[in-house]
């Protein structure tokens, strides 16, 4: 078994896949209404997003590798 | 019957970790060794840093030298912290270090144009591949090169990403952009319950962070790229919008002869400079949105991200006044009496010139 994959059941799970994979669709979907006209972002609320999308990547990438 | 031998003997204190010069891997005086084994490097990474160091400007010469002198030997030869031939071998390259400064620094440093570059390429490909599929740097010199190659390839990779998606987005494909960008999200959760696909992570930052940059800086790339020099010369010829995608927007009123009253001006430039410039006689009352840049209106300006501008100024009696309206998403705006340092250089700035200023208006309102 691969670092950072779980064992739920029969199926594995690779949760850096997983936790990057919901990240990138919420950061997409923030990006769309952005698109839209529905959200007015600036850097000051674009870059704590960009940032957390990232360190959230990075966090769960090393915390599989420490298991 | 022996009793000592129930009694529970207490563990050994644990020696303090400290760094030692290596004897068994060594080439010179064994700091590399040391120093890699101290951090659980591979030698060979330590030794790349150091030539990388000392062929700019030679710090790791002098890093060297003075780990020779100061950092002892393994324990077996603790005894003898600095033997007589490492401290010769220390003063040698003291001396040397020395004399190549005098000799190379007449002849600019040739070697070390080109290989500090291609050291500093190394560690980074190397580094990214670390991070992406968790090698560590160890191994042969063939393995660090194929870790090197692959990780400077999908630098490249992502870089060529990054820019595609920074255009694409900048020229109006920014909802494909994000269809893309929340696809690979999707396919991510989704390859998470199959085996996981973490390949995918690189190539989908790399193309959402640019993505980012566009929505945050507000950069609209459409209007065409290059330079463009405007220069209406009656006012039937003076658009009330220029806009230019990417490049510089020279916007030149001296030549028009504006009646007195209000003249709506709106300038956009997705990223660049853009530059108006006006006679003296003419009053500008400017308001901008810049992402990532500043504004300069005389002797006036703002910097820095997310900026709103805005300089009301109301015009004397009789006099024209242009109502400039700015939208830069990554650039340089600005205002000036003429053309001269219109790079716009900050230093310049600070100095007092009394002729670029807003003369013909009256009193900020």
């Known amino acids: 078994m691969r670092d950072g994959e779980l064992m739920r059941g029969p199926r594995e799970i690779d949760r850096v896949s997983l936790v990057a994979g919901l990240a990138f669709a919420a950061f997409g979907v923030v990006l769309l209404l952005e698109r839209a006209g529905t959200l007015g972002l600036t850097f000051g609320t674009m870059a704590p997003m960009a940032f957390a999308v990232v360190g959230v990547i990075l966090l769960v990438t090393g915390l599989s590798r420490r298991e | 019957m022996d009793t000592t031998s129930d009694t529970p003997t207490p563990p050994p204190a644990p020696n303090p970790r400290r760094i030692t010069r290596s004897t068994r891997d ?70 040397g270090l020395i004399a190549a400064g005098l000799v190379l620094g007449t002849f600019d440093f040739v070697i070390g144009g080109a290989l500090v570059p291609l050291g500093f390429l190394v560690l980074l490909g190397v580094a990214v591949w670390w991070l992406v599929s968790g090698e560590r740097p160890s191994g042969n010199a063939g393995d660090l090169a194929r870790r090197a190659l692959l990780g400077l390839g999908l630098l ?4 060529a990403l990054a820019v595609a998606s920074f255009f694409a987005s900048g020229l109006g494909g920014g909802v494909v952009v994000v269809g893309i960008v929340i696809a690979a999200g999707a396919a991510l959760v989704a390859a998470a319950f199959v085996g996981g696909a973490r390949w995918l992570v690189l190539p989908a930052l790399a193309i959402a962070l640019p993505l980012a ?12 790229f290059g330079e463009r020099r405007e220069r209406p010369a009656t006012v039937a010829e ?19 002869d504006l009646p007195s009253g209000d003249h709506p001006l709106k ?27 500043g504004v300069a209106v005389f002797d006036r300006s703002s910097g820095g991200l997310d900026v709103e501008w805005t300089d009301a100024r109301r015009a004397r009696r009789g006099t024209a006044r242009i109502v400039l309206e700015g939208d830069v998403g990554l650039g340089l705006l600005e205002v000036r009496h003429d053309d001269n340092d219109r790079y716009g250089d900050w230093d310049e700035r600070d100095r007092f010139d009394p002729d670029e200023r807003n003369l013909a208006c009256a009193t900020a309102s």
Do not use: M, W
């Not at chain 2, 700091?31 to 062929?55: N, Q």
């Not at chain 2, 030869?77 to 033997?83: C, H, I, L, M, V």
């Not at chain 2, 566009?214 to 950069?219: E, L, P, T, Y």
């Open chain 2, 26 to 95: 060594r080439i010179i005086g064994g700091v590399s060794g040391g120093v890699g084994r101290y951090f659980g490097v591979d030698p060979t990474l330590v030794r790349i840093g150091f030539v990388a160091l000392a062929l700019l400007g030679g710090a790791g010469l002098i890093v060297y030298a003075a780990a020779l002198l100061l950092v002892p030997l393994d324990e077996e030869d603790a005894a003898a912290p600095t033997s007589p031939r490492d401290r010769v071998l220390a003063i040698a390259i003291a001396f």
């Open chain 2, 156 to 159: 490249i990779a992502c870089g």
């Open chain 2, 213 to 224: 940059f566009v929505s945050a800086a507000n950069i609209d790339l459409d209007g065409g």
């Open chain 2, 238 to 256: 003076l658009n009330q919008t220029y806009r230019l995608g990417a490049g510089e927007l020279i916007i030149d009123l001296r030549e028009l």
């Open chain 2, 267 to 293: 300038v956009r430039i997705g990223a660049g400079h853009a530059l108006v410039i006006v006679d003296k006689d003419v009053c500008v009352a400017s308001s901008a949105e810049v992402g990532v840049g």
